[in-house]
């Protein structure tokens, strides 16, 4: 409920501070390899868990049986972002993001069962993860470099992320579902960001880490106050 608070009151401060702004920004990405997708990978097929302790070793005579849970992601490495921002001068300005991202998740149980040197592996599916992850987030931007029709700058947005999880298990010829919700903050870090491009369309490209992915590609719409544009 605090995260709740603070995000609310930080976004009302964002408004007010952007309402005077001159320069205001719409843009749409899809990100690449964001940090949910990144962790669910590493514990994904390639990747036990933890072998020591999730697996269970049982020797009767000559035969060695390993047991264990495992996880596959069956999801892209995309999600999907949405930004505005406000530029408060030519070095600065701020922003909100709101992204989407969905991850499926198959979960089975394999066996290894060794005997006289030869492994027999067998695998028994039991269930689907899928998970929807939202995320909201307020930025700051710094320009680096801008002319024109070129800009480099970097980024760095703090928020809320909120994950509803619905967990199928199959057994018996019928499925069950348990549904879970979870938040947590959110934080993406932008090294460098290029936008190309006029007025008042430009594409652009962000490399970085966080919810809203290592690489992100998309367009920019800039709108600009009538006062403003009598002036240019």
Request: glycine share 10%; proline share 2%.
């Amino acid at each position: 409920m605090k995260r709740i608070s603070l995000l609310i009151f930080l976004l009302i401060g964002f408004t007010f501070s952007c309402l005077a702004q001159p320069e205001h920004r719409i843009t749409a990405s899809v990100g690449f390899y964001n940090h949910t997708y990144i962790l669910d990978e590493y514990k994904s097929t390639d990747h036990y868990y933890n072998e020591q302790e999730l697996y269970d070793y049982h020797n009767y005579n000559d035969t060695i049986i390993c047991t264990g849970n495992r996880t596959e992601l069956k999801s892209k490495p995309i999600n999907l972002n949405i930004h505005y921002e406000c530029m408060l001068g030519k070095r600065a300005g701020i922003g909100v993001c709101v992204g989407y991202n969905n991850l499926k998740i198959k979960q089975y149980t394999e066996t290894d069962t060794t005997f006289s040197s030869s492994v027999n592996t067998t695998i028994h599916y039991w269930g689907d993860l899928h998970k929807h992850l939202f995320i909201i987030m307020p930025e700051a931007i710094i320009n680096y470099f801008k002319r024109t029709h070129l800009a480099m700058y970097g980024k760095l947005g703090f928020g809320l992320s909120l994950c509803l999880e619905k967990n199928i298990i199959y057994a018996d010829s019928k499925s069950d579902s348990k549904k879970m919700f979870r938040s947590g903050p959110s934080l993406q870090y932008t090294l460098l960001g290029i936008e190309i491009g006029g007025m008042p369309w430009r594409g652009f490209a962000e490399f970085g880490y966080g919810y809203q992915g290592v690489a992100q590609v998309g367009v920019k719409y800039t709108f600009k106050k009538k006062e403003d544009r009598v002036g240019e």
